[in-house]
């Protein structure tokens, strides 16, 4: 294994150019006039998977967008694992708040990344920490040093609810049949401080509309007299959190898992400055549950934000009207033990509930998934830390994350697999947000790091 950072230094600038010709293709799931280009990278990824040295590599239809499936048996006797990631991304609007084209990758320099980072839509989310597994394989096969059998199940759905490859895995438990699953789609503490995710939050997503007249109203002729849906679902929006921020959403607590003040106190322990989090977003003051530090916050607790809320005239000077809809998109991320469909439903009969008379409510909901906790007495786990205390220098530290990988819990549930969330992300990566990118230290350390879990699973079991 000491020939690993040989090799990448050997390798980096093509490894590098390869992720930006990746990083060019607009994938974007979410929007139907992407699809070819969509489709168009799963190709490209098929092709990646076939030159990193893969003995089967084949694109999988579903009913949406394809699965791209490889695989590399060396010995069927040898344990099995199975790579998981995404190859489409996230719409890159706002496009203005962009400095360089999201798809026109460029390398900066940032204060975080002194040696650079390469900006574009899904260079972090998870283009950039995908294409890691497949260098490292590469390596792994060309210096014959891969202990163990390994399949890759990569999917283009992730940012849109992964509902096909929950189609998929529940067709394919022999094809898909595993030791562990390996992902790197979450991230690390900092830089100098390797970390690994060991819970993920759930997700229940909803659509609401608020329906008053039968059209567009002149608001001085019907102000006043009639509801207008915008104040009312801003009202109704408003107090679904109390005084404290609390969730007033009847039963949403019932089943969220407290965790012992041990727990939180062990969780204190990794390297967090409130001062600098502010600064990075520069903002005056934290916000949230009141009794929850910030981290917890954003890990531990369930939460419920409104995503984005339209209605009425947004266009040029004004147009005094009462309109006859307004819409807005709401999340919840979930803890262990909330289901999101019970959440869902009991978000639904709340929200009709609480509207007025004189507007007609109705609730729509999109994708959810489960929470999960990894457990860290496994030696899969064991071999995660390992593997960073050979790259980094230093054992990493356990975290929970705020985020969600919906199908993360259905792999366990279907394939009775657990997951490993070994990723090499930083929360400055803007995922999601104008202006993502993605270190070049980080995409390099993870190529370093992934060989490394692969010997300490094999030989340490």
């Known amino acids: 294994m000491h020939t690993v950072k040989n090799y990448i230094n050997e390798n980096k600038d093509r490894f590098i ?3 930006i010709e990746l990083l060019k293709m607009p994938s974007i799931s979410a929007d139907s006039a992407y699809s070819q280009d969509v489709l168009n990278t799963a190709e490209a990824v098929k092709n990646a998977l076939e030159k990193a040295g893969c003995d089967k590599v084949e694109i999988c239809e579903t009913p949406g967008y394809p699965i791209v499936y490889g695989e590399k048996t060396i010995d069927p006797a040898l344990p099995t694992v199975l790579v998981y990631g995404h190859y489409d991304v996230q ?11 999201p798809f026109d990758p460029v390398i900066k320099k940032t204060d975080i990344h002194p040696e650079g ?4 839509r899904g260079a972090c989310d998870d283009k950039g920490q995908m294409f890691m597994h497949v260098k490292a394989l590469e390596y792994m096969v060309k210096n014959n040093v891969l202990p163990c059998n390994v399949k890759f199940m990569i999917e283009g759905e992730e940012e849109v609810g992964s509902e096909s490859l929950s189609w998929f ?3 394919n438990h022999e094809k898909l049949k595993n030791d562990i699953i390996l992902i790197s789609d979450t991230g690390m503490l900092a830089n100098d401080t390797p970390s690994i995710t060991t819970g993920l939050r759930g997700l229940s997503y909803v659509e609401v509309e608020v329906t008053s007249a039968n059209r567009d109203l002149h608001s001085g002729l019907y102000g006043g007299a009639v509801a207008n849906p915008i104040n009312v679902l801003t009202k109704m929006i408003a107090s679904l959190h109390d005084e404290n921020n609390r969730i007033t959403i009847p039963h949403f607590y019932d089943k969220v898992e407290e965790l012992s003040q041990a727990e939180r ?3 204190a322990k990794a390297p967090f400055s409130l001062e600098a989090y502010k600064k990075a977003l520069d903002i005056d003051a934290v916000y949230g549950e009141a009794g929850y530090s910030t981290t917890e916050r954003a890990s531990i607790r369930p939460t419920l934000d409104v995503n984005g809320i339209w209605g009425g005239y947004t266009g040029q000077g004004a147009k005094t009207v009462i309109p006859s809809k307004a819409y807005a998109k709401i999340s919840m991320r979930l803890v262990p033990n909330q289901d999101n469909h019970e959440i869902t439903e009991l978000f639904t009969k709340h929200f009709e509930s609480i509207a007025p008379e004189g507007v007609r409510v109705k609730v729509t909901p999109h994708h959810g998934g489960q ?13 995660a830390v390992m593997a960073c205390k050979e790259s980094f220098g230093k054992e990493p530290i356990p975290v929970r994350s705020g985020g969600s990988i919906p199908i993360v819990a259905l792999f366990e549930e279907e394939l ?3 997951s490993i969330l070994l990723g090499f992300g930083l929360d400055s990566d803007a995922i999601h947000s104008p202006n993502e990118h993605y270190g070049i230290f980080n995409f390099l350390k993870g190529i370093e790091t992934i060989p490394w879990f692969y010997h300490y699973f094999v030989n340490n079991k």
């Open 265 to 267: 106190d062990e969780m």
């Open 416 to 418: 009775g697999s657990k």
């Open 91 to 101: 719409p890159a609007d706002p496009i203005e708040l962009w400095t360089s084209d």
């Open 117 to 120: 980072a390469i900006f574009a």
């Open 169 to 171: 895995v529940k067709r």
């Open 17 to 19: 150019a390869e992720l």
């Open 371 to 383: 929470g999960y906790v990894t457990p860290t007495d496994t030696p899969a786990y064991r071999a």
